[in-house]
Structures are given as structure tokens and as C-alpha cells.
């Protein structure tokens, strides 16, 4: 890790030190999960805001269609009262890249996502690779199209650093995806216009650390590196937490 990335780490850390609480008009938090995945996701992220004082909401994506995720996250979005600092994990990073464009969202965080640029998909970004990833095999489509993972596969690839019995629970309780939604393309990528920060899991498999920091770049976001596999706010939630509250204080 470079001093650069220790510094950052070290601002978020000394940011989630700074309690929000005290401001009349701290931010709504609003949690996008992704692939496979439910609000439940968050559950060890979620008191940790709480615990600051935070308005928290996990948002429950339909994971039908790319619109239709943006036009859920949207909804939760402009029910809040005042500003939203929006999270989103994995292809949740997708839908805030396009969700996030609101008056009311005042900073983006990406955790281990994909962050594509207007025009692109994730299959867009997934299929430029050389080959497909080697994790592909591991998931099936059933008659209708929709996609689930194989539990080996979760465990190995996916959360390979939470005990097995909570991956073969991630694997049981995990939502279909439709195969389509990958296939929705960004029209307007927010964190061109929005501060942005960037949670790098450095040990993931799914969307390798190398991705994720081109991404960061991109979009110009502080960035903390964890070592992670690809769902750190399960593994990592305290730096995950630590991030979201730089974000709370940075936008200030």
C-alpha cells in the first residue's frame, strides 16, 4: 500500500471519529446492494451509522431490470426529507452511477463496484476482459433467465473470507437476477458531477482490485483500501462504516 492510500485510510478513519449526529442536517444514508443480494446485506454496516446518529435506509432492489433497480433506488431517494449521501455494492455501484444524478444526493460511495461510464453496461466492462472470468462457470441461468450462484462457487469466489456457514447463508437466501439487467446501460454517470469515495477490496475475485482502483480514478474518489474479498461491508464493515462517514463529512 502507498503512503497516498495510507493517508486516505487515515482521513477516513479520523473523519468517522467526527460524530454527524451533531449537525442539524446530517444526510440520509441510503444502502443499494447488488447481484444477488437484499438490503440485509448491510446488517452489520447498518448500526454501525446508526450507532453515529444516521438516518439508515437498505434499499430492496427488484433485480429485474437495470430500470427498474434505478427506478426503486430513485423512489427511496426522493422520500427523504433533506440530502443522501448513496452507497452501492458490487452492480449496486451501477445503479447509483445512474440513480445518483438527484438534487438531493450529495456524494456517491462505491464498495468493490462497478462504476461504469456513460454509454456502458456491466456486461459492457465484464466482456472486454481477455476471457471470461474464471467465476462465470460457477453460475447458472435457469428457463426464465434468471441467475443464482452455485454455493461452491459463493464460498470460493465470492466471500471467501466470512465463515462458511454465513457464505453457504449467503448462498441459500440469495435473489435471482435477471440475466437483462446487466445489459443496462448508464445514461448519465453521477460521479461526474458528484463527490465520490471508494471502498477497494484488494483480494477480490469478482471485480479485481486493479478495476476497481481505474474506476476510483476515473471518478477522482478518495479511496481506502481493505483486504477484502468482495463483500467487505460483511467482512470489513467497520472500514466500510469509516468510509461512509468521510463521505458524511466531506459533503458537507
Known amino acids: 500500500m502507498s503512503f497516498k492510500h495510507v493517508a486516505a485510510a487515515a482521513a477516513i478513519t479520523a473523519a468517522g471519529l467526527v460524530s454527524p449526529s451533531s449537525a442539524?442536517?446530517?444526510?440520509?444514508?441510503?444502502l443499494v446492494h447488488g447481484?444477488?443480494?437484499?438490503?440485509?446485506?448491510?446488517?452489520?454496516v447498518v448500526p454501525l451509522l446508526q450507532a453515529r446518529g444516521l438516518d439508515v435506509i437498505a434499499v430492496?432492489?427488484?433485480?429485474?431490470?437495470?430500470?427498474?433497480?434505478?427506478?426503486?433506488?430513485?423512489?427511496?431517494?426522493?422520500?427523504?426529507?433533506g440530502g443522501v449521501i448513496l452507497v452501492g455494492?458490487?452492480?449496486?455501484?451501477?445503479?447509483?452511477?445512474?440513480?445518483?444524478?438527484?438534487?438531493?444526493?450529495?456524494?456517491?460511495?462505491?464498495?468493490a463496484a462497478f462504476a461504469p461510464s456513460p454509454g456502458q453496461s456491466v456486461n459492457a466492462i465484464v466482456g472486454a476482459a481477455p476471457q471470461p472470468p474464471e467465476w462465470s462457470k460457477e453460475i447458472h441461468a435457469d428457463a426464465k433467465g434468471?441467475?443464482?450462484w452455485s454455493a461452491k462457487g459463493m464460498a470460493r469466489y465470492f466471500a471467501p473470507d466470512i465463515p462458511a456457514g454465513e457464505a453457504a447463508l449467503l448462498?441459500?437466501?440469495?435473489a435471482p437476477l435477471f440475466a437483462g439487467a446487466f445489459d443496462g446501460k448508464v445514461t448519465s454517470a453521477a460521479f461526474t458531477h458528484k463527490p465520490s469515495w471508494f471502498v477497494i477490496s484488494d483480494n477480490d475475485q469478482i471485480i479485481p482490485a486493479g478495476l476497481q482502483q481505474a474506476f476510483a480514478q476515473t471518478m477522482k474518489a478518495k479511496t481506502v483500501h481493505v483486504a477484502s474479498s468482495h463483500v467487505p461491508m460483511l467482512s470489513?464493515?467497520?472500514?466500510?462504516?469509516?468510509?461512509?462517514?468521510?463521505?458524511?463529512?466531506?459533503?458537507?
Open 146 to 148: 434468471a441467475l443464482t
Open 60 to 81: 430492496h432492489n427488484p433485480l429485474s431490470s437495470f430500470e427498474a433497480d434505478v427506478a426503486a433506488t430513485r423512489r427511496v431517494i426522493d422520500d427523504q426529507k
Open 89 to 111: 455494492h458490487s452492480y449496486g455501484g451501477a445503479v447509483i452511477t445512474e440513480a445518483g444524478n438527484g438534487e438531493k444526493v450529495r456524494a456517491l460511495v462505491y464498495v
Open 236 to 252: 470489513q464493515p467497520q472500514a466500510v462504516a469509516d468510509a461512509i462517514l468521510a463521505a458524511v463529512e466531506g459533503s458537507r
Open 24 to 30: 442539524a442536517d446530517a444526510p440520509a444514508i441510503v
Open 171 to 174: 448462498a441459500a437466501t440469495q
Open 35 to 44: 447481484a444477488w443480494a437484499n438490503g440485509s446485506s448491510w446488517a452489520r
